[in-house]
């Protein structure tokens, strides 16, 4: 059985980082690209960024784009994004998912608030 | 960006009666290898996004055949042809051809 499970998310002030995991079971993690979507409170669904197979390639959407860094580690299972320089709104809760997005984990709380 | 114009925003159908979801692109989904990436999600209250169909029409595993999709260049449709209460939610379509992808607004469908 696929499973993602996302951690990592809590509560941050603006400006400040954090790094949220998505640990993967059940496929071949290392054959697949990766990629994070969030879902701002109340809102649609927004892409966030996707990771090719071995991490070579990276593609982010514009507004975080010099701030977040998806990263994985294919020998872990697991995916990363580190949050940098972290803004408002950025608040949402933000899903790991394969990037052909038949598996999605059950999504982690990224707040951000002074 | 491409633009994913979905209507309506919401939708109230009767349990076996048909439903119908429309997603227009900005621009052409058809990519360099010749195939569409569009996808339907649903969105369960409380629940993370499912998808549905992929490449325009393909139904994913354990889908029931009351969903469909079609469509083609920049015009798209999700029917279900007899609603169940299991249906209600949130319809996203998505884009996977161009970055960055991009959503639909979503539909919203209660069962009225």
């Known amino acids: 059985e696929v499973q993602l499970v996302e951690s990592g998310g809590v509560l941050v002030q603006p400006g400040r980082s954090m790094k949220l995991s998505c640990a993967a079971s059940g496929f071949t993690f290392s054959s697949f690209p990766m990629a994070w979507v969030r879902q701002a409170p109340t809102k649609g669904l927004e892409w966030v960024a996707t990771?090719?197979?071995?991490?070579?390639?990276?593609y982010y959407r514009d507004s975080v784009k010099g701030r977040f860094t998806i990263s994985r580690d294919n020998a872990k299972s697991t995916l990363y994004l580190q949050m940098d320089s972290l803004r408002s709104e950025d608040t949402a809760t933000y899903y790991c998912t394969k990037y052909t997005f038949d598996y999605w984990g059950q999504g982690v709380m990224v707040t951000v608030s002074s | 960006d491409v633009v994913m114009t979905q209507t309506p925003v919401s939708l109230s159908v009767a349990i076996g009666q048909p439903a119908s979801i429309s997603c227009k692109s900005s621009?052409?989904?058809?990519?360099?290898?010749?195939?569409?990436?569009l996808n339907w999600l649903l969105q369960r209250p409380g629940q993370s996004p499912k998808r549905l169909i992929y490449?325009?029409?393909k139904l994913d595993s354990g889908i029931p055949d009351r969903f469909s999709g079609s469509g083609s260049e920049t015009d798209f449709t999700l029917k279900i042809s007899r609603v169940e209460a299991d249906d209600l939610g949130v319809y996203y379509c998505l884009q996977g051809t161009h970055f960055p992808l991009t959503f639909g607004s979503g539909t919203k469908l209660e069962i009225k």
């Open positions: 990771i090719s197979t071995s991490g070579g390639s990276t």
């Open positions: 490449l325009v029409s």
């Open positions: 621009q052409s989904l058809v990519g360099t290898s010749g195939k569409t990436y």
